[in-house]
């Protein structure tokens, strides 16, 4: 009959050499086709009503309906929905792989029991899996194997928004890009400072990186090292970003208050035509044309002073510029956009760079342990361009930094900075408009607190 012939047909192609998975649906289709064969047999076929496609004659072929995302000969046994395909789900777990540093991913594959011949197919893929070749230090792998210890999927994490799936049916190999979902939320905090900003950000579920961005925000207004006073209170609107449901990092402060000593400083982030940038509530750019200190710095160890005695050379000798005490390491930077006119070495100023920027304006930069830029290089406010060291006069690592107008040394901390032209037109009345209830969202987070502290 129509149906032995068919279950003869599909143990046959069980027989086959195929993937595993094929094989093993085959056979139970074919023992399934058999068992309804046998029921059918002592059926009433009068009984079968006409439009029931069992009461249709069968051929000499019976044609196979095979699920959807699964093939005999070629192509991906999976189809665009591949994590939530039952065979990959009834498969071990993924076995995480966090890239040691000098490892290489044939050296992953090795491990994981993957041969050469897998690694190099692999890789071959296409342009994404190409760039495998180029792994770095904290990279994640995750691998899932068959039964045999086989490759069933690899997922590498692309970055924080994408994996790239590879696939394997045993036969042929498929890569695709994964989107992660990422969720953003809009978050409120708050702090008075006790004893240092660290502190009370931290308090307020602060990162420090968070923190440091906030500083650096009102960075131009507040020497956060010498102006930070007890008493001194933030408040700010910023991102959380969640990604599949559980928190990835934090994201972009939208707004912000800083009260030192009394005086309000207010930042709204906005996005114009040249960029995105924190702009004060009457359209002003928080951003000067010159960074009041160049380092995240401990603290000052000499102020500027035409009269001050030498450490080392122990006579007066005029003190030009403030010295910032920093652990050696720590990165300098550019405190304007200009142009290096000096980078080199002297027994006095160790390594040093001299930058010189518009409107006759020249910082220096003295003792690095190594620096990062050269003669003649531009650079622009904020670029790294050497670290902290103890190189030529030095008693210990720091920055001796200095500012000089029109060929005049000036007092880095208290010369006037020239400030960047300000929101105008059409411009600033968008920012207005966006300001609005940034800056409500602000006063009402103040006043509710101010309340809640009064009570």
């Known amino acids: 009959m129509g149906w032995k012939r068919s279950a003869r047909r599909l143990a046959m192609l069980a027989s086959r050499k195929m993937p595993w998975l094929t094989r093993q649906r085959l056979a139970v289709f074919a023992a399934t086709l058999v068992a309804v064969g046998v029921a059918l047999e002592g059926l009433d076929t009068a009984a079968i009503p006409l439009d029931d496609p069992l009461a249709q004659p069968a051929g000499d072929i019976v044609p196979l309906v095979l699920p959807e995302r699964f093939t005999l000969n070629s192509g991906s046994p999976f189809g665009p929905e591949d994590a939530s395909h039952p ?77 790239l799936l590879v696939s394997n049916d045993g036969t042929n190999l498929r890569a695709k890009v994964l989107e992660r979902e990422i969720v953003t939320e809009v978050e409120e905090a708050e702090g008075v400072i006790a004893s ?6 931290k308090a307020a579920g602060l990162s420090d990186a968070k923190t440091l961005e906030l500083a650096n925000i009102f960075g131009w207004d507040v020497d956060f090292v010498l102006d930070i006073r007890e008493g001194d209170r933030f408040f700010l ?58 380092l995240n710095f401990s603290y000052i160890s000499s102020a500027f002073n035409p009269r001050r005695m030498h450490p080392i050379l122990k006579r007066v000798r005029p003190h030009n510029g403030i010295d910032y005490y920093a652990p050696r390491g720590t990165p300098v930077y550019a405190a ?45 406010q904020g670029q790294t361009i050497g670290y902290v060291g103890s190189t030529g006069l030095a008693s210990g690592p720091h920055l001796h930094y200095e500012f000089v107008v029109n060929g005049v040394h000036r007092n880095p901390r208290t010369v006037p900075l020239p400030k ?29 607190s101010l309340y809640a502290s009064a009570k």
């Open 87 to 163: 065979a990959l789900n009834d498969a071990g777990d993924w076995v995480e792989v966090r890239v040691r540093s000098g490892q290489t991913l044939d050296a992953i594959f090795r491990e994981q029991g993957f041969s050469a011949s897998m690694l190099h197919a692999v890789v071959r893929l296409d342009d994404n899996t190409r760039k495998l070749k180029k792994i770095r230090p904290g990279d994640l792998f995750e691998f899932r194997k068959t039964d045999s210890g086989e490759l069933l999927q690899m997922r590498y994490a692309m970055n924080e928004a994408q994996h």
């Open 196 to 201: 240092s900003l660290f502190v009370a950000a």
């Open 237 to 294: 609107v910023y991102e959380k970003l969640y990604r599949e449901g559980e928190f990835l990092r934090d994201g972009r402060i939208l707004a912000a208050t800083f009260i030192n000593q009394g005086e309000r400083f207010q930042a709204l982030r906005f996005e114009s035509e040249k960029g995105s940038d924190y702009y004060a509530p009457d359209g002003r750019n928080m951003r000067k044309e010159f960074l009041r200190a160049p």
């Open 336 to 380: 304007g956009d200009g142009t290096v006119i000096r980078s080199g070495y002297s027994n006095a100023n160790g390594h040093h760079v001299f930058i010189k920027h518009a409107d006759g304006i020249e910082t220096r930069y003295l003792h690095f342990t190594n620096r990062a830029v050269k003669q003649g290089q531009s650079v622009k």
């Open 420 to 448: 960047v032209v300000p929101l105008e037109g059409d411009a600033l009345a968008e920012f207005r408009a966006y300001a609005s209830p940034m800056l409500n969202r602000l006063s009402r987070l103040e006043s509710a």
